[in-house]
């Protein structure tokens, strides 16, 4: 039953610590509990003496918009009047300690639930307080992926020295980091604090050095068809042009998005390194990203 248990836990700067939070309502549903939701985390909060803005705090609508302080019994939405639900926001302490309570079968599963992605968070977080440079290298498959994706970085150097005429290798990889996250492979070298015999692809996520190869070997073909056709080098403007091209596909974009979301999330929650172009990818950091990160799924 234990493996069926999925309750969203999140991680949020609370107070000026890192803390991690499930939301009271999905709670309440998977403890299969016989009162109204509203009742009952009162009622519990009450009986028990749980402790707002320690234990739990309230949010209005969607779950980890942030903290808003509540003091109205009612709160209602100023355009159209509408009665907005309050979100109860509870730590995974007072998450385990609400599942204890209910003394049920549920109850006892979904505390097991609770210690056991607790205790893989932990995991996590001690190997990036120890050596943040390498919390990527965690993922059960990284060599792998990244033995697999030396290939693929060889089609790109390859078709640079076979069909462009031009071969400014930093230049054209640096067109596709910022593509990609904005940032040229110096500037992501520096914020990790890389020296020179470190290999920077060492130190990238396992999905972004899938989405870094997949991009690499599909622009190679992309040149090798132009080189076909036209039957000569293309000029470094030529080369461009089809990059633009290229990397302007929509499939990319949904890559480009994604792979920005991990820097920016990943490594401001696990290196302590701030994006500053990527500001506004920051993602909550979950429990799904602890699994990707130890190669579990659910």
């Known amino acids: 039953m234990n493996d069926l248990i999925n309750i969203k836990v999140i991680q949020k700067d609370f107070n000026g610590e890192k803390k991690r939070f499930v939301n009271a309502r999905e709670l309440h549903n998977w403890l299969k509990v016989g009162r109204d939701f509203s009742n009952w985390i009162k009622d519990r909060i009450k009986k028990y003496d749980f402790i707002e803005d320690l234990d739990y705090f309230v949010a209005i609508a969607k779950f980890g918009d942030g903290k808003i302080s509540l003091n109205k019994p009612k709160i209602k939405d ?6 907005l639900a309050k979100e109860y926001i509870l730590s995974v302490d007072m998450a385990k300690e609400l599942a204890m309570i209910e003394n049920s079968e549920i109850g006892k599963q979904v505390r097991k639930y609770f210690i056991r992605v607790e205790g893989e968070f932990k995991k996590v977080m001690q190997i990036a307080t120890m050596d943040p440079k390498t919390i990527n290298q965690l993922t059960e498959q990284f060599w792998e992926t990244r033995n697999e994706t030396k290939e693929y970085r060889r089609d790109f150097t390859d078709c640079i020295k076979d069909f462009a005429a031009v071969k400014n290798y930093g230049t054209y990889t640096d067109m596709f980091y ?5 940032e040229r492979a110096k500037e992501y070298r520096k914020l990790l604090s890389l020296i020179k015999k470190d290999f920077t692809r060492n130190y990238m996520y396992e999905e972004i050095l899938l989405i870094i190869g997949a991009f690499e070997t599909g622009l ?3 040149v090798e068809k132009e080189f076909k056709k036209l039957k000569r080098h293309l000029t470094q403007k030529e080369f461009e042009k089809i990059f633009k091209e290229f990397s302007s596909q929509r499939n990319w974009k949904v890559y480009q998005k994604r792979a920005r979301n991990i820097m920016a999330t990943y490594d401001e929650e696990l290196r302590n390194i701030k994006h500053p172009k990527l500001i506004d990818y920051k993602k909550e950091f ?3 990203d602890i699994q990707k990160l130890i190669g579990k799924e659910k």
């Open 286 to 288: 979950s429990q799904e």
């Open 220 to 222: 190679a073909g992309e």
């Open 78 to 83: 100023p355009k159209t009047g509408q009665v």
């Open 178 to 182: 910022k593509f990609l996250f904005m």
